[in-house]
Every structure is written in structure tokens, then in C-alpha cells.
């Protein structure tokens, strides 16, 4: 059973990049059968899946975030990561970091489990 | 993006009460979509997925059903610690999006 964990800064100045890593145990993050991806909750926009990063490495994002957002896997140390630029007052979120069970469309596919959450909030 | 709209936003109920929550689709997702329960200062959880499956560890009293546009989560008597919130999420087509929650809580 994968366990999931993410550590980040918890405030970021506005213009700047955020930075998040998310520490998985249990599994081996190199699985061909798993994927990893990031959701945000927000007061004003409530659940907001940000992206997912796929076998092979390959990604899909959010639309709503244009080119801010990327996702990367660094195998090694059986962690991913999530970086958004440039931020501003309305990333003020709790990220989570999930594994996704497959591709959107695919028969079954999911988010879980998640990381317990890290509140970023974005202000000079 | 497909719309996700729960109803309602809040159900007070009692321990021992039958409650249904609904969601709501903007098009046809067929049977794509997954529930989840989040309670104060936790992340959210898995409770239902494809509609009607029942993840695993989930007691019985959840059940899930409906397909195409309409959905709802039932469970067939309250206990105290399903007080809590919870969400429909869309699966069928990308960017998932998700319903914006219906609060369970006590009468």
C-alpha cells in the first residue's frame, strides 16, 4: 500500500515559483501500473486536479494552468515533484500529492490514496 | 470541462438515518465517476469508484448507483463517524473535475 507524503515551503512570495515534493513509501514510484499527480483545494474553487505524470514520463495538465504548472519524477529517490510560475494570491491552496490509478477515460481510474496535505499560501 | 453540480449543500441527519446525496453531470460520463469522503483537517478518501464499486475496507452501508448524468451515494444508516463531507468527482474525460461537496451533519 503506497503512502504518500509532501513537504513544501508553506508561504511563497507572488511572481516567485513554487516547489513541492511529495515522498512516496510502500511502492516502488517506478511501477509501470502507477501514476502520480497533484490536487489543490482552495475556499473559492474548492477540488482542482492540477496534473498527473504517467509511466514512460510522460504528462497532461490542467488546461486552467496554461504553462505554469510542471511535473517531474525523480526515480532515485522514490519521489515527484509539482513546480507552478509564475504564482500569485489565488494559488493559495492546500496541495496534495495522489496517486492516480489510471488515465482519464480508462475503465477504472482514480484518485488515492493522498498525501495529507500541505497549505501553501502565496503573499509578499 | 464537464460540470459537477451535488446537491444539497448541506443534509442534517441524525445516527440511524437513510441519506442519498446526489450529483449531477453537465453531459453523459456514462458510469465515470468516483466518490470521496473528506473529514476536518484530513485529506480526502476514496469511497466509490465506476459509480457503484466499493473501495476496498468501505463498509456496506456506502452503495453508489446511476450512470450517464445522474449519480448518488447512499448510506443505508448513519453512524457517527460519517459525518463529513463529500464529493463526486468525473473521470471520464480530462481535466477530472469535481462536485463541490455535500456536508453530512448532525440534526
Known amino acids: 500500500q503506497a503512502h504518500l507524503e509532501e513537504s513544501g515551503p508553506g508561504l511563497v512570495k507572488p511572481t516567485e515559483t513554487l516547489s513541492l515534493n511529495c515522498a512516496v513509501s510502500g511502492v516502488s514510484i517506478n511501477w509501470n501500473t502507477y501514476y502520480w499527480g497533484w490536487i489543490r483545494q482552495s475556499p473559492g474553487k474548492g477540488l482542482e486536479w492540477l496534473g498527473t505524470?504517467?509511466?514512460?514520463?510522460?504528462?497532461s495538465y490542467n488546461p486552467s494552468l496554461k504553462s505554469r504548472v510542471s511535473i517531474s519524477v525523480d526515480t532515485p529517490k522514490n519521489h515527484f515533484s509539482l513546480k507552478l510560475s509564475p504564482v500569485t494570491a489565488a494559488d493559495t491552496a492546500v496541495y496534495y500529492c495522489?496517486?492516480?490509478?489510471?488515465?482519464?477515460?480508462?475503465?477504472?481510474?482514480?484518485?488515492?490514496?493522498w498525501g495529507q496535505g500541505t497549505l501553501i499560501t502565496v503573499s509578499s | 470541462d464537464i460540470q459537477m453540480t451535488q446537491s444539497p449543500s448541506t443534509l442534517s441527519a441524525s445516527v440511524g438515518d437513510r441519506v442519498t446525496l446526489t450529483c449531477r453531470a453537465s453531459q453523459n460520463i456514462g458510469n465515470f465517476l468516483n466518490w470521496y469522503q473528506q473529514k476536518p483537517g484530513k485529506a480526502p478518501k476514496l469511497l466509490i469508484y465506476?459509480?457503484?464499486n466499493l473501495q476496498s475496507g468501505v463498509p456496506s452501508r456506502f452503495s453508489g448507483s446511476g450512470s450517464g448524468t445522474d449519480f448518488t451515494v447512499t448510506i443505508s444508516s448513519l453512524q457517527p463517524e460519517d459525518f463529513a463531507v463529500y464529493y463526486c468527482?468525473?473521470?471520464?474525460?480530462?481535466?477530472?473535475?469535481f462536485g463541490q461537496g455535500t456536508k453530512v451533519d448532525v440534526k
Open positions: 505524470i504517467y509511466s514512460g514520463g510522460s504528462t
Open positions: 465506476a459509480a457503484s
Open positions: 495522489v496517486r492516480h490509478s489510471g488515465h482519464f477515460g480508462d475503465t477504472y481510474n482514480w484518485f488515492g490514496p
Open positions: 468527482q468525473q473521470s471520464y474525460s480530462s481535466p477530472g473535475t
